[in-house]
């Protein structure tokens, strides 16, 4: 059973369950009502038999019942009085009251209502000069019979077309209600892994159903982005993968193609292992650069960049052991000035990229300089080498881009992406400014832990 027809059968047994529940209240309020009209006619008449029998004189029983013969009289009325010993002194046209009955019937409270049959009846004790009677009226009510019979059908009829009413209603409203959920379910038909940048319709963004929606887009989007960067990963990996390979097969069959001298052998080999070496620290940067495209959140800790900066500095010498890398730090009297929240291990590979590149890319020396303000710690890598060309600046933080001057010189192009997803991930800025042949100037700012 789907969830619309569902619906509208629960909605239908909430209807009729409302319906019989206010019918029943209707029918008993009209029931006690119409009841305690006749009972009042039942008293007046009890009333009114024992003052003209006793009370008023010359009436006596004979006289009395041609009263009541002759005059109007209830349904199937029935009239029983009797003394204090309950000897019956007077009855009219008895049928349920005979003597048994009005020695059951004795009540001592005045009214009494009750019921024999189907016909309604009253006691009610009459005292004159310290002597007691009691009166018994019983009648069939028909108006109130006819008026209930009459009711019944109304109720009946009126909860049936209330019934069929709500079913209709209730299918309807329900094919409404669900009607986004089947959008939602054919929008959804149309989404593949090819097709992860179609979104659905969120609506108003208001109700649970457009909440719904706004759930799955954001697994859209974070589904699109694994797909993006597995894509890209294996585009690039094979894309820079080709090369290094192809070499080491074309030097594998130069060797394996003839004899060669014990020379020549290690002049290949070495070439191969530096090939591998590059094929290594390829693979390691593409490894890198996926595992932060796929990992949007990272541990921060309050973390020292000047520390941070002389052990970068002493990793790249290593490299580079004549080169002259100068930290220029800008200490306040508040040690905690150069304090940020920051993961260390992967602010230490940013770091170590840009002074590498700076190192790499010119010959004098290498400048790390270290700014605090109020707002931000700002970290400037400076270099004096050959710059970034205008035009290409913007692409530099994009995998596998090189600038056009920079082909004769290693490198692969994903040191810098690596080290825009890491700034990113700490909520702080890089900026880049270089004149070509005159240098770079890379710029962290990062948000003062102090502020």
Known sequence: MN???????????????????FSALVYYFSFTSQRSKFRENLLEKAQNTAILLINVEGIDSTLLK??????????????????????????????????????EKSFTSSPTYFS????????????????????????????????????????????????????????????????????IISQVKNINSSKL???????????????????????????????????EFVSNASHELRTPFAIMIAES???????????????????????LRKLNALLNSLLELAQLNRNNQIHLSPTRIDELIFNTIQSVKI?????????????????????????QGLLEIA??????????????????????????????????????PVDEIDNIFKPFRRGRNVKYISGFGVGLSIVAKI?????????????ENQGTIFTLLFANKQT
């Open 351 to 388: 770091l170590k990229n840009l002074i590498d590149n700076a190192c790499k890319f010119s010959n004098g020396d290498v400048e790390v300089k270290i700014s605090t303000s109020e707002e931000t710690i700002a970290v400037n890598i400076i270099d004096h080498g050959i710059g970034i």
């Open 197 to 231: 940048s179609s979104r659905l319709n969120e609506g108003r963004r208001r109700d649970e159903i457009e909440q719904l929606a706004i759930t799955f887009n954001q697994m859209l989007s974070d589904l699109e982005l694994v797909f993006k960067s597995q894509n």
């Open 116 to 183: 024999l049959g189907q016909k309604d009846g009253v006691s009610y004790n009459h005292t004159v000069d310290k002597k007691a009677y009691h009166v018994y009226v019983l009648a069939y009510d028909n108006s109130r019979a006819a008026s209930l019979i009459e009711l019944r059908t109304i109720l009946f009829w009126s909860i049936l077309f209330s019934v069929w009413l709500s079913i209709t209603a209730s299918y309807f409203f329900s094919k409404m209600a669900i009607r986004p959920i089947s959008n």
């Open 3 to 21: 969830i619309k027809t569902r619906l509208s059968f629960q909605f239908t047994f909430v209807v009729i369950g409302i319906l019989l529940f």
């Open 319 to 343: 490299k580079y052991p004549g080169r002259k890398i100068l930290p220029k730090i800008e200490y306040s009297e508040n040690e905690n000035d150069l304090l940020i929240a920051g993961n």
């Open 423 to 435: 700034i990113e991930l700490h909520g702080a800025t890089i900026k880049v400014g270089s004149t």
């Open 66 to 103: 041609k009263i009541h013969q002759t005059t109007s009289s209830l349904a199937e009325e029935e009239i029983a009085l009797t003394d204090s010993a309950n000897n019956i002194i007077y009855s009219n046209q008895t049928h349920y009251l005979s003597d048994k009955i009005i020695l």
């Open 253 to 275: 069959d130069y060797i394996l193609g003839k004899e060669h001298k014990p020379e020549e052998y290690t002049q290949h080999l070495s070439k191969m292992v530096d090939d």
